[in-house]
């Protein structure tokens, strides 16, 4: 894997130090994640961060583990890091940290204080909500070491407060049970039960969210540290409470040896290669439904578009092809009038997208292909004639085949925002794009020639499906070319002076990057232009992926900061998507246009804000800094695909 570390002047400076950070995942949904500097700047920043139900349901538990180093002289060095109300930082143990690594994955800290050296290592035990908190001293001592435990045990959505009723402390053998929730365990226990008041999270308040809390001092565990080598370390888990986990070094010697298998399984070609592929293992899970994939950190949970944009990458990339076969026949199950459920943050299962089906089709025509699972092929292909059967006659939100064309329209549903440009700004969609959207339609014709190849595998006859794709790329061609040069981004939508359902039809001819799918899919609708597609990258290409929109359309947004509103009505409006690299070089590619240096800048992104991983989104003029979730699905995944087409 690429070295990913940094020095004091990194560490030390919280410009640099609090603006990357680590993710270290449990394989059910929960993590810990915090900073290279150890400062808390989110709500969702902890060492033990738990999984409900659904992945989104998350709770924040052990918020941190601050350690404070007594010297022989009487001295006292404390290492963590709090932001208060007032904007004060204290203590300031970043100004003692000498280095910060990943090493195999997880995240490793080194304090100087003088000719002491103290190591800090953290891993969660695979599979289990548990997290392994080890220090061992490097060089110098005698020293004693206290280690506070930070806690409350609320939503990671929101925030608890010292009005309400303390943490609810039961002592049990090594440690305490805080809410009936989490368990703490480590040496020389003593309860303390104190509320720290104004805890500030920068980033929250740059997102225009509360940006305070309190947090409960439940108490500190200590030991002692004689000569190098010694360690103090602490657990905290979740489930199973009476059962304790292994000792916290065989905790992280297990995520160890687990993180390089990963690696190996996916057999990467290069260095990047192997960091995007332990990246991809992060957004894997187990739920008790079976496997999931968790859409970003820290605040996404499972969302089917983005799991079936991410499948090829995530799963047949990796070798996991057998957990994908599960997932896929898992997801198939959800079909509802032709429609695959988006399995909602919320918890509550939807069927709100008209793309998400279609990428579905994508996923199983892929894992056939590359896996040689016929089969599965075999299994789903009734539901899969479904969803054609339900397209073709319509189904929710006016999704059908027109019958004047052949091409797919999504009605003019108010309130709707049914593509993967989905944001809303108080109930109102940012860009509908109803009508007959470039991607979905590439999406269909794809589809149709994937589902029609696996009929015939099948021994079917396909022939009803190749007319239905026939017809679909004969309109697809001598409609969705536009006169600026590069393809139309939705046909036969509302002219804007019109409301919904009115007349006549528009056809929209921004700059976006939907119309790459029509040349990157494996049965793609158009053959690659080399002067077209030089024209989009002209408009939209970033050292971090395609533009939403190009910076000369009219609407050009091209900071993604702000409030909800201000961040929600940017996010297709210019923003940076780096998942839309994988389209982008899948399309060069087939135009004979060179890729070799497209990957420059996301790979050195890897060590600029989610290390090791991917951002969401980025904004949309230079230097195009990293927004939305520091570690995602769909651009890690499409990043990891479209490297390793050789």
Request: hydrophobic share 40%; proline share 7%.
């Amino acid at each position: 894997m690429i070295d990913i570390g940094f020095g004091p002047q990194v560490c030390g400076d919280l410009g640099g130090g609090a603006t990357r950070e680590w993710l270290v995942p449990d394989g059910v949904g929960g993590y810990a994640m915090g900073t290279v500097s150890g400062l808390r700047t989110r709500r969702y920043h902890g060492l033990l961060v738990v999984a409900g139900q659904t992945p989104a349901s998350r709770r924040v538990g052990l918020a941190s583990l601050d350690a404070a180093v007594l010297l022989p002289s009487g001295g006292q060095a404390r290492l963590g890091a709090h932001e208060w109300s007032s904007g004060e930082v204290d203590p300031r143990g970043h100004e003692l940290l000498e280095r910060f690594a990943l090493v195999d994955g997880l995240p490793r800290w080194r304090w100087r204080i003088g000719d002491v050296v103290v190591e800090r290592e953290l891993a969660m035990l695979p599979g289990r909500s548990c997290v392994a908190v080890t220090h061992r001293l490097v060089s110098g001592g005698p020293v004693r070491l206290e280690l506070a435990a930070v806690c409350t045990w609320r939503d990671a959505h929101g925030e608890r407060r010292a009005d309400g009723p303390a943490p609810r402390m039961e002592p049990v053998d090594g440690g305490v049970v805080v809410e009936g929730a989490f368990r703490l365990a480590g040496p020389d226990w003593t309860p303390e039960g104190q509320w720290w008041l104004g805890v500030r999270h920068r980033e929250e308040i740059a997102r225009g969210l509360t940006g305070e809390e309190d947090l409960w001092y439940a108490g500190r565990f200590a030991g002692l540290l004689e000569r190098p080598g010694d360690t103090v370390s602490v657990l905290a888990w979740a489930d199973r409470l009476d059962e304790t986990p292994p000792p916290a070094t065989e905790v992280v010697a297990t995520a160890r040896r687990r993180n390089r298998a990963v690696v190996a399984a996916a057999k990467p070609a290069d260095a990047v290669e192997a960091t995007l592929a332990l990246a991809a293992d992060a957004f894997v899970v187990r739920t008790p439904a079976g496997p999931d994939v968790v859409a970003g950190y820290p605040w996404f949970g499972a969302w089917s578009r983005d799991t079936m944009i991410s499948y090829e990458g995530l799963f047949l990339c990796t070798g996991r092809a057998a957990e994908g076969r599960e997932l896929l026949r898992s997801y198939a199950a959800t079909l509802s009038e032709g429609m695959l459920a988006n399995t909602a943050d919320t918890g509550r299962v939807e069927y709100n997208t008209v793309d998400a089906t279609l990428w579905f089709l994508h996923a199983v025509s892929r894992h056939v292909t590359v896996t040689g699972d016929t089969d599965l092929g075999d299994e789903l292909l009734p539901a899969l004639r479904g969803v054609v059967d339900a397209h073709v006659a319509g189904t929710r939100y006016g999704i059908g085949v027109d019958p004047a064309d052949g091409l797919l329209a999504q009605g003019g549903t108010p309130g709707a925002a049914l593509t993967w440009m989905d944001a809303r700004v108080y109930g109102v969609p940012v860009t509908p794009r109803t009508g007959k959207p470039v991607e979905i339609n590439a999406l269909w014709v794809n589809g149709l020639a994937g589902l029609a190849e696996l009929t015939e595998l099948a021994g079917g006859d396909a022939d009803g499906l190749w007319r239905l794709h026939g017809r679909a790329v004969t309109s697809f061609r001598e409609r969705f070319p536009s006169p600026t040069g590069w393809l139309h981004d939705v046909l036969d939508g509302p002219a804007p002076a019109y409301p919904l359902g009115g007349a006549p039809h528009h056809d929209d001819d921004l700059l976006r990057p939907n119309q790459l799918l029509a040349w990157s899919l494996p049965y793609a609708p158009l053959e690659p232009d080399e002067a077209t597609l030089r024209r989009v990258a002209a408009g939209l290409l970033t050292p971090l992926g395609p533009r939403s929109l190009s910076p000369d359309s009219p609407g050009f947004l091209g900071r993604h900061r702000g409030g909800p509103a201000e961040r929600d009505t940017a996010y297709h409006q210019g923003t940076v998507w780096p998942w839309l690299l994988g389209p982008y070089a899948d399309a060069c590619r087939r135009g004979k246009i060179s890729v070799d240096e497209l990957f420059t800048g996301v790979d050195a992104h890897l060590t600029e804000y989610g290390l090791g991983s991917i951002s969401e989104t980025a904004d949309g003029t230079p230097p195009h800094g990293a927004t939305g979730c520091p570690f995602q699905a769909w651009s890690v995944a499409e990043v990891l695909r479209a490297r390793r087409i050789r």
